[in-house]
């Protein structure tokens, strides 16, 4: 721009160099080669764990005669080389054949085996296919209609309803875990809590969905919880975190207030780190409940 045209006068400062003295030290000074470190491209070696298979590679019947005198040649020993082949996964069917007994000689109480264990009651999944089914959904995000493409390579046709039915009972499965997560978070030394919305399905609503609302709660930055509520109220995280003792990190959403305002809150309210220490011990001192918090900081 014409604005910002810089004068000829500044510019031949840039192009006149002074001559600078040259002092005896500075001739003395010398300035090693750079040397480039090599990058490593080496291979890395295949896990010792994994199984290996041998597969024996011999040489025609023609070459192993001697060229020279028709001998025989003798083996002299391998060189070796390593391939990391994938066996694709597939299906199999566990028939459970459950024995009967009975005493033929009286016609007394018939016995049979017990019957197999499976996930769920009466079900067809076994455990390792349940497992695959929830890890390529939650893990991979794989949506359940290529889950069954997927499936359907391998020779078995599952429909997409049944294959949310197993999400269903896989889930329910892995509620006591969930709720184990849950009380590690609450007991963790910093909880932070945050919430994002999604679009959940609703018939209800004139457009078939609606806005609903994932909270999570991570403790020490290792335990996370996921809860999920209908609405944005802040008796969702309330309730949830109704029983937690010390700091929880949360913005100043308002439906976090009752949580720290009630006359027997036992949780301390810690706003976003981005603040000073000074400041967050300010904010600290400024309620009462905190005096505890505040000296541990003072103390570090």
Known sequence: ?????????????????????VTPEAEQIEVPAHVRKKSGHGRRALPANLPRELVPLEPSAEEKVCALCGSQKQCMGHDTSEVLELEPARFKVLVYQRAKYACQPCGGEVVIGPTGDRPIE?????????CDVLVRKFTEHMPLNRLRESYRRLGVDLPISTLADWVAAGSDLLDPLAHAIWARSLLAHI?????????????????????GHIWCYLGDKRWASYVY???????????????RVGWVQADAYRGYDALFSAPDARAIEVGCWAHTRRGFVNALERDKRAAIAVKL???L
């Open 1 to 21: 721009r014409r604005s910002e045209r810089i004068p000829i006068e500044q510019l031949k400062l840039f192009l006149d160099e002074p001559d600078l003295p």
């Open 191 to 211: 909880l932070q809590t945050d919430d994002t919305g999604l679009t959940v399905i609703d018939d209800k609503q004139s457009g078939g969905s609606k806005r």
């Open 122 to 130: 009466s079900g067809l999944p076994g455990y390792g296919l349940l």
């Open 297 to 299: 900081i003072r103390d």
């Open 229 to 243: 509520t209908p609405t944005w109220s802040g008796d969702g995280p309330c309730e949830f975190l109704q029983d």
